[in-house]
């Protein structure tokens, strides 16, 4: 696994769909000198609550702001995959949309859930894989892995296309 370096500043004016599209694309990119004749994968994930982006909070009064934004509300989660064959030259975008319904959360809950899982590296500030789960009414979406960043029914449509055998 690489870490790459791409600025995830949306553009003016960019629609959260693109901007996933478009890092997950550049952060699949970013790799390609180093793996000649390799399928790379790149994802990223944008959330958006009452037409305000969620992006990562960095910090804890930043996620505190987040969750009490989304508290008692719906939470749309775009997750793109992006991949990339370095072999071909071709690449391969899609993009995966996830409903989360948060519960109504008092300032208490949303302190004890940071103090237990500073969730600071993420769009939306709850980890669904974690502790965050326990903030969520209910979850909607067409392939359950995207939430926490890997839409993995994708992927693997993706991998066939490129004439992987899946499994």
Do not use: W
């Not at 910090?59 to 064959?85: E, M, P």
């Not at 809950?109 to 769009?123: H, S, T």
């Amino acid at each position: 696994m690489v870490s790459p370096d791409v600025d995830e500043t949306p553009h003016a004016g960019e629609a959260p769909a693109i901007t996933a599209g478009r890092l997950a694309l550049a952060k699949a990119q970013t790799a390609n000198a180093r793996f000649p004749h390799s399928l790379i994968i790149g994802s990223d994930q944008v959330a958006i609550c009452d037409g305000v982006r969620l992006d990562k909070p960095g910090d804890h009064a930043g996620a505190v702001r987040q969750l009490r934004h989304a508290s008692g509300k719906s939470v749309s989660f775009i997750t793109a995959i992006a991949l990339v064959n370095t072999a071909s030259g071709q690449s391969q975008t899609n993009l995966v949309s996830t409903e989360v319904r948060f519960r109504k959360l008092s300032g208490d809950e949303i302190e004890r859930y940071l103090q237990a899982e500073p969730a600071y590296d993420c769009a939306g500030s709850a980890k669904a894989e974690g502790l965050g789960i326990s903030l969520v009414e209910s979850i909607h979406s067409s392939d359950p892995t995207a939430l926490i960043g890997l839409p993995l029914i994708a992927l693997s449509e993706m991998l066939r296309n490129e004439n992987v055998s899946v499994p």
